[in-house]
Every structure is written in C-alpha cells, then in structure tokens.
C-alpha cells in the first residue's frame, strides 16, 4: 500500500498546475511554432515576391556596372561591401519581420504571457551528469531524435518529388531569359514551401498532442501530495471536523441556557421537543428558543422540569416547529391560534389572566 501510494497516478490539482506554469512549466511545442513561422515567410514570400526579385535585379545590376569605379587603395570596397549588405538586409526584411512576429505570436498562443526566472535560475542538479545522461535515453530524447528523423524523410520526399516533376522542364531553361528563370525558381519554391508547410502542420498536430500528454504526465502527482495539497489549501479534515463539533456544542450550550426562560415546552411527545417563550408586553409573538430530537429534546424536558415549566405534548404543531421554524425566531402566522390556545392552558394553570 505505500508503494502504491508513491505512484504517481493522480492527475494534477489546478495549484500545481499554475506552480508548474510560474517556474515555466507549460505545454509548448517547437513544431507548432515552426509551422506558424513558415506560413508567415509563405505568406511575406507570396506577398512581397515580385518587389523583393525586381530590387535584388536592380541592386545586381547597379553594382555589376560600378565594379570598374572600385579601388582597392581606398575605402570604396568597404563602402560597397557595407551597401550590398544594407540593401539584402531592406530585400529579406519583410520575411524576417514576418517570422518574428509570428514566432513571437507563436509562443505567446501556447504559453501565454508568462515570464518565468525560476526556470533561468542557476542549478546544481543540471551539473549531474548522471541525470544529463539520463535524459540522453529518455523516452523524450528518443521521440526528438524519431521526429527529426521523420521530418528529414518527409519533407525531403516532398523537395525531392516537386523537382523530379518539374525534370523535362530544367533543360528548357536554358532557351529563357533571366525573368522567366527567376519566376519558374519562385513558382517552384512557393510550392515547396506550400507542401512543406503542410507537412509541417500535420507533424505539429501530432507533437502537440504528445507534448500535452507528456506535460499532464510530468504534473501527475502522487495520492499523498494530493492529501498534503488539500490539507494546505483548505485545512486538515480532521481539525475542521474538530472544530465543526466545538461549534455545534457551544451553539448546543447557548440554547439550552434559554430553556429556563422558556414559557412552554411543547413535545412529540417523546422524540421532539420546542421551547417556545413569550412575553405579551416586549414580544409580537411566541418565539423559539430551544429545539432538539432524541438525547437533546430528552435534555429540554429535564431541563423545564427542573425549573417547573409546563410540558404539553401536541404532536402536529411540534412536528411543524420542528421542520419549519428555526431557533431564535418567532413562530409563522399559521401556528398563532394553536400556539395561543396552548398559552391560555398554561396561564390557567399558573393563574394567569
């Protein structure tokens, strides 16, 4: 039984879980994210094609043709070095702008605004290098290195299968001018990327779906920590019992110290037992001020006999007060005309008028 009881095979509280996503525990799939980011550069690629060809064409053009002005003894190469890398870097920035946004969105959409320290904190058990090769043969490393392996196969099939259906058209190639080569290179590259992507996607499905099962199974916890959650979290089970009975017996206590007030005790007349109390000049109309079954109605008899206060049993109206009205509080309409007539019986018999 305490073997069993250290398995981990409880699912995790919703406390644990936001611990696990403050110290940077969450669910995160690097597929997903690369998915995202490659129909952005798709989308950037298919958007901004055109321009970014008709501007590398220009760039390439316009330094071809001021080679000859080029001096290695001055600062001219470095300058042209400096504006070539300028204008690539203006040529590729709506892709690399794209990517950034939507890697960015990426993770925000799995994990949230989350910023995690706890994760970054220095600690002496990644030094271990026993736990370091331990992770290397971990069922995680091993489903890494088959996805990487998959990914390699997959995507290279689909490279590898776009080009061979475009064979008879290669040598045709030659017979075109620059633009129709850079259109059939875009068109063919667009289509690689359209596939690829939605090989990508497919791929990310699947690992989503692991890395939240593999997160939910490194949350699990075991029934003890469960117990200790609870008894953190709303207080140990047994002190709140404790306390429940210390609260029932003093409010038990209370009550029975307005039984000597009482002005009548109406009875089942053996399992129930009213105390009702009524005053003509301070009270509107009877209230109850003790009530109880078995050993407590037991204990409001004894107690009205002792101090001679009237016992009548009516069996209807004390299965009613019983049921219907709560201690402290005056009786319904209802009950007034049986509860008076059993006031005017006990006034006669104190010789009341």
Same mark, same amino acid.
């Given at each position: 039984?305490?073997?069993?009881?250290?398995?981990?095979?409880?699912?995790?509280?919703?406390?644990? @879980?936001?611990?696990?996503?403050?110290?940077?525990?969450?669910?995160?799939?690097?597929?997903?994210?690369?998915?995202?980011?490659?129909?952005?550069?798709?989308?950037?690629?298919?958007?901004?094609?055109?321009?970014?060809?008709? /501007?590398?064409?220009?760039?390439?053009? /316009?330094?071809?043709?001021?080679?000859? @002005?080029?001096?290695?003894?001055?600062?001219?190469?470095?300058?042209?070095?400096?504006?070539?890398?300028?204008?690539?870097?203006?040529?590729?920035?709506?892709? &690399?702008?794209?990517?950034?946004?939507?890697?960015?969105?990426?993770?925000?959409?799995?994990?949230?605004?989350?910023?995690?320290?706890?994760? &970054?904190?220095?600690?002496?058990?990644?030094?271990?290098?026993?736990?370091?090769?331990?992770?290397?043969?971990?069922?995680?490393?091993?489903?890494?290195?088959?996805?990487?392996?998959?990914?390699?196969?997959?995507?290279?099939?689909?490279?590898?299968?776009?080009?061979?259906?475009?064979?008879?058209?290669?040598?045709?190639?030659?017979?075109? !001018?620059?633009?129709?080569?850079?259109?059939?290179?875009?068109?063919?590259?667009?289509?690689?990327?359209?596939?690829?992507?939605?090989?990508?996607?497919?791929?990310?499905?699947? !690992?989503?779906?692991?890395?939240?099962?593999?997160?939910?199974?490194?949350?699990?916890?075991?029934?003890?920590?469960?117990?200790?959650?609870?008894?953190?979290?709303?207080?140990?089970?047994?002190?709140? +019992?404790?306390?429940?009975?210390?609260? &029932?017996?003093?409010?038990?206590?209370?009550?029975? !110290?307005?039984?000597?007030?009482?002005?009548?005790?109406?009875?089942?007349?053996?399992?129930?037992?009213?105390?009702?109390?009524?005053? +003509?000049?301070?009270?509107?109309?009877?209230?109850?001020?003790?009530?109880?079954?078995?050993?407590?109605?037991?204990?409001?008899?004894?107690?009205?006999?002792?101090? /001679?206060?009237?016992?009548?049993?009516?069996?209807?109206?004390?299965?009613?007060?019983?049921?219907?009205?709560?201690?402290?509080? !005056?009786?319904?309409?209802? &009950?007034?005309?049986?509860?008076?007539?059993?006031?005017?019986?006990?006034? /006669?018999?104190?010789?009341?008028?």
């Amino acid at each position: 039984m305490a073997d069993n009881d250290q398995e981990k095979t409880e699912n995790a509280t919703p406390k644990r @879980e936001r611990e696990a996503r403050e110290e940077g525990q969450a669910i995160h799939s690097k597929e997903v994210s690369s998915a995202i980011v490659l129909l952005g550069a798709i989308v950037a690629l298919y958007a901004t094609g055109s321009w970014m060809v008709h /501007r590398m064409a220009g760039a390439m053009q /316009r330094y071809i043709s001021g080679m000859s @002005e080029i001096s290695l003894r001055d600062d001219s190469l470095q300058t042209l070095i400096l504006n070539v890398m300028a204008e690539f870097a203006l040529i590729v920035s709506p892709v &690399m702008l794209a990517t950034l946004i939507l890697g960015i969105a990426a993770s925000v959409f799995q994990v949230g605004f989350t910023i995690s320290t706890k994760s &970054m904190s220095p600690k002496l058990s990644k030094l271990n290098p026993i736990q370091g090769i331990g992770k290397l043969f971990s069922i995680r490393s091993f489903t890494d290195v088959i996805k990487a392996i998959g990914k390699i196969l997959v995507l290279g099939s689909i490279a590898y299968s776009l080009i061979k259906g475009e064979a008879q058209t290669l040598p045709l190639l030659i017979q075109m !001018d620059v633009q129709e080569i850079w259109a059939f290179i875009g068109t063919i590259s667009l289509r690689i990327c359209l596939y690829t992507f939605l090989a990508m996607a497919a791929i990310a499905g699947m !690992d989503y779906l692991f890395q939240w099962w593999q997160h939910q199974k490194d949350l699990r916890m075991t029934k003890e920590e469960v117990k200790e959650e609870s008894r953190q979290t709303e207080g140990d089970p047994k002190v709140k +019992s404790r306390i429940r009975s210390i609260q &029932m017996e003093m409010s038990r206590r209370r009550m029975m !110290d307005g039984v000597p007030d009482a002005t009548v005790v109406i009875t089942n007349p053996t399992h129930l037992a009213i105390a009702l109390k009524y005053d +003509s000049k301070n009270m509107q109309a009877p209230k109850v001020v003790a009530k109880g079954a078995g050993f407590i109605a037991e204990r409001i008899k004894e107690i009205a006999k002792s101090n /001679r206060i009237p016992i009548v049993e009516n069996k209807p109206l004390a299965r009613a007060m019983f049921k219907s009205v709560v201690v402290g509080a !005056d009786i319904p309409f209802e &009950m007034y005309r049986t509860v008076a007539e059993i006031l005017a019986y006990v006034y /006669r018999l104190k010789g009341i008028r």
